[in-house]
C-alpha cells in the first residue's frame, strides 16, 4: 500500500465523516503539511462560503512559537502551503496570547522545576490546541504525528519502566465524550516518516525540514539515533507490540475531571499545563 492508500485507511478506521470540522495542528513541517495535503486530496476541504453553514471543512491551525527565524520560517510554510490549497489558516501568536515567546516560557519554568525543554513545549501545545480547537467548534484536531514517533514514545515508555503510558496511544486518542475534549487524530499513524519525506518533497510541499532548534532533548535523541539502526519490519514489530500492550492497559470509562485554575479538561485536579506553569 502506498502513503495515499495507508492514510485512507487509517481515516476510515476512525470513521470520520465529512461533514465534521477537522483543525490540522500544522507546525510548518513535513508530517503536519503532508496530512492538510492529503485530507484536502480526499475530499476534506473547505466549501464554499454559500454551503458554509452545514460546517464541512478542515482548517489549519499554527502555533507561532516566536523563536526567531525558525518560527518566522515556520510560519512562512505553513502560510504559503493554506494559500495553496485554500483552507482557511489560524495563526495563535504566543506572544500575544500568553505574554512571552515559548523560549522564555520554558525558561522561567526551568528555573523553578527540571523539565526537558520537548515536555514543556509539548504539554502547552496541546493545552493551546484542544482550547483553540474548542472554540472553533472543531470536531476533531489532527496531527502529523506518524510511526516512527509512535515508536518512539513506545520506546521511551518502556525504558522508563512505563509501558501503561502506552494505554492511549492510536489512531485516535482517548476517545472520551467530553463536551471540552476534542479527539486528536494521527492519520499518518501507521506511515514511516522517510516514507512522509519522500512523498513531500515529490509533491513539492512548501516545508521547513530543519529540526525544531531547542529539541535537545537528550533521551529522544539516544532513541532517535537508536532508532536509525531499525529497518522496516523491526519497526513494524515494535509498533504491533505498542497496539497489543495499548489494548491491554486501555481503561474504560476513564473519568474526567476539570483543572481547577483553567477549566480546562484534565486527569488530576490541576492540569499539567497550570502545574507545570505554577511555581
Ligand atoms: P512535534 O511534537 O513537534 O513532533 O509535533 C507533533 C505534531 O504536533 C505535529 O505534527 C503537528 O501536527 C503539531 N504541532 C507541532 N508544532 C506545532 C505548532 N507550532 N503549531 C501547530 N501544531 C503544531
Ligand atoms: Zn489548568
Known sequence: ?????????????????????????????????????????????TLPSRSE???????????????????????????????????????????????????????NVQSKKSLKNCAICGVIKKWILNKEARKLKAKYIATGHHLDDEIQTFLLNILKGSPELNANTGVISRNIKNEKFIPRIKPLFYILEEDIKKYSLKHKLPVVYEKCPCA??????????????????????????????????????????????????????????CSILRK
Open 1 to 45: 500500500m502506498n502513503i495515499e492508500q495507508k492514510a485512507k485507511q487509517t481515516l476510515s478506521e476512525i470513521k470520520l465523516n465529512k461533514k465534521d470540522k477537522i483543525l490540522v495542528a500544522l507546525s510548518g513541517g513535513k508530517d503536519s503539511s503532508v496530512v492538510a495535503y492529503l485530507l484536502k486530496k480526499f475530499g476534506y476541504s
Open 216 to 273: 535537545i532533548d537528550s533521551y529522544r535523541i539516544q532513541i532517535r539515533q537508536f532508532m536509525k539502526s531499525l529497518n522496516k519490519k523491526q519497526k513494524m514489530n515494535l509498533m504491533k507490540n505498542s497496539e497489543q500492550i495499548s489494548q491491554k492497559t486501555k481503561k474504560k470509562n476513564e473519568e474526567i475531571k476539570y483543572c481547577e485554575i483553567c477549566g480546562e479538561p484534565a486527569r488530576n485536579k490541576i492540569c499539567k499545563m
Open 53 to 107: 453553514r452545514k460546517g464541512t471543512s478542515i482548517e489549519g491551525f499554527h502555533i507561532d512559537l516566536k523563536m526567531g527565524k525558525y518560527s518566522e520560517d515556520c510560519l512562512n510554510a505553513v502560510k504559503e502551503l493554506c494559500h495553496n490549497l485554500g483552507i482557511k489558516l489560524h495563526v495563535y501568536d504566543i506572544r500575544k496570547e500568553m505574554g512571552n515567546s515559548m523560549c522564555n516560557i520554558r525558561l
